[in-house]
């Protein structure tokens, strides 16, 4: 017994489980608007181009979190831009557009002489997380939640049927780019602890794990946030327990409970399609709420 409760005697494994599952909850209110709106992949790409602004703030004596905005905004934008105003789609322009800014942030890297690891950039250091960073994380992440939060039905509406929304007078390039600065906000949040790759799973695995679960979005929003959360306490728990990778730990957990979902799901699960006994998929709006 006292082994199970060694995790807890250390500072900075709670530091660790409280940053897991605070990010763990705005990646997952986030991720149920990705997943509904088909962006995934921007989120894969956002998190890739916010290298350069990371080794730029770094060359420049700035803030780091000051450099991955900007550079997470840009690719953000920039994408926006030229799908508006050209005629190639939005996965291919995503494609080349953070593509080129992760090669541009790798050159940087190799010419600006830094103490930087590119290892904790790609993949996190959650146990390396001080009283300052916790703060902040808090801070920012805390904020992010609460436009989401605030703006959830129009975010929804936008995300589930742009025409719609724009037929009832809600501004949808507004809200376009809203969204896409949030995207941006929440990666740099997480890229201390999770790292810029496993921030990808933390914003797309709740989601999908919700929307298996239940045709209701607001129900929605509580399942991806109860499985992230959860996910980023076991996950560091279970960590310090094998000696294994933080951050791979609650991705990997996050996939885990992705695979029960998918296959027991009541409704949309393998298991229950196979027995003949599935249901057409319901409508997600639901409010109202």
Known sequence: MESLLEPFQYPFMIRAMIVGIAIGAVCAVLSCFLVLKGWSLMGDAISHAVLPGIVGAYALQIPLAIGAIASGLFCALATGYI????????????????????????????????????DHILFGNILGLDPT???????????????????????????????????????????????????????????????????????????CIAYLLTDRFNRMLWIATGSAVFSSF???????LINAATSSCIVLTQALIFLAALAFAPRHGLLRRRKGLGAEPASIPDSGS
């Open 234 to 240: 076991f996950g560091v728990y279970l960590s310090f």
């Open 133 to 207: 960073d916790l703060r902040d994380t808090l801070v920012v992440g805390g904020l992010s939640l609460a436009v989401i939060l605030l703006l959830r039905r129009d975010l929804l509406l936008f995300c589930f049927d742009p025409g719609h929304a724009q037929t009832l007078g809600l501004r949808t390039d507004f809200l376009y780019y809203l969204l896409l600065s949030l995207l941006a906000v929440t990666i740099v949040v997480s890229l201390k602890a999770v790292g810029i790759i496993l921030v990808v799973a933390m914003l797309v695995t709740p989601g």
């Open 83 to 118: 799908k508006a105003h050209s005629r190639v789609k939005e996965d291919t322009v995503m494609g080349v557009v953070f593509t080129g800014l992760f090669a541009f942030g790798l050159v940087l890297f190799t010419k600006v002489k830094s103490d930087l690891h590119l």
